[in-house]
Nanobody, 123 residues
């Protein structure tokens, strides 16, 4: 069993930055692919970014160039640096882990989910 706890969300003005963190339990963390997703009321949860155990990354087109995902396996933590924030980035951000190493943008491929952290961007 893996537990994921997100932190770092908050209220920020457009153009601002935040660093989201996701702390994971479990000794196998370093082998997991870790993803970030986000969701707004009335919409489906959508893929944001993913990082594999080896550090390969992928991003959605809407955040590419503004968001950066990274991980520190020694701390069992994955990060999402979010820069140049826009009001449309307002959402609850979730981290997720999958036991298989390959990256994925599909929600159904992830085995464990955190409770989410709210990011609100004011215009």
């Amino acid at each position: 069993q893996v537990q994921l706890i997100e932190s770092g969300g908050g209220l920020v003005q457009a153009g601002g930055s935040l660093r989201l963190s996701c702390a994971a339990s479990g000794r196998a963390f370093s082998t997991y692919a870790m993803g970030w997703f986000r969701q707004t009321p009335g919409k489906e949860r959508e893929f944001v970014a993913v990082i594999t155990w080896s550090g390969d990354t992928s991003y959605s087109d809407s955040v590419k160039g503004r968001f950066t995902v990274s991980r520190d396996n020694a701390k069992n933590t994955v990060y999402l640096q979010v820069n140049s924030l826009k009001p449309e980035d307002t959402a609850i951000y979730y981290c997720a882990s999958k036991r298989q190493r390959a990256m994925s943008t599909r929600l159904g491929d992830y085995d464990y989910w955190g409770q989410g952290t709210q990011v609100t961007v004011s215009s």
